[in-house]
Structures are given as structure tokens and as C-alpha cells.
């Protein structure tokens, strides 16, 4: 789904204009960034979106075989999906 289509699929279940529904949905788009950034959960109804800190770790060049250090990455989003979206409800 396009992001054009769900806003129009918004604006007709809320029975709203498109242009109202707008900037209601770049709020929530910001909003779940910045969680993101801050390694905080944004709660749904299908899940979690969120941030986490991955800590550093040894990999490997693939090309070389020689041992890296890989660093740490943070704000690094993950979703969880609820059981709700799994189906177990």
C-alpha cells in the first residue's frame, strides 16, 4: 500500500478530508522517529515500534576473513508485533 492510498483509506473510515488527516499522520510519523532515537516503544494495536542500543561485536570481512570490531549502534529500530497481528487472538 502506498502511503496516498492509506491516507485516503483513513480520511474515509474517519469520515474526514484528506488534508485533515494529513498532518495528523506526520505527527505520528515524527513522533515514532523520535522514540526511535531515544530507544523508546511507540505502543499499537499490531505491536511495538522502537529503539535499542546494539552493543559492539566481533565480525568478519568477508572478502579478507581478518576479524573486525563492528560498533556499537544506537537507536536501532525493531518491531514486535502484539499477538493480536500473530493471530493468537
Known sequence: ?????????????????????????????DETLYAISMEEEMPFKFGKIGGKTVPERDGVNPKTGEKIKISEKRGYPYFKASSRAKGKN
Open 1 to 29: 500500500m502506498k502511503r496516498e492510498d492509506m491516507i485516503k483509506r483513513i480520511a474515509k473510515r474517519a469520515n474526514m478530508s484528506q488534508k485533515d488527516i494529513l498532518p495528523i499522520l506526520e505527527v505520528i510519523e
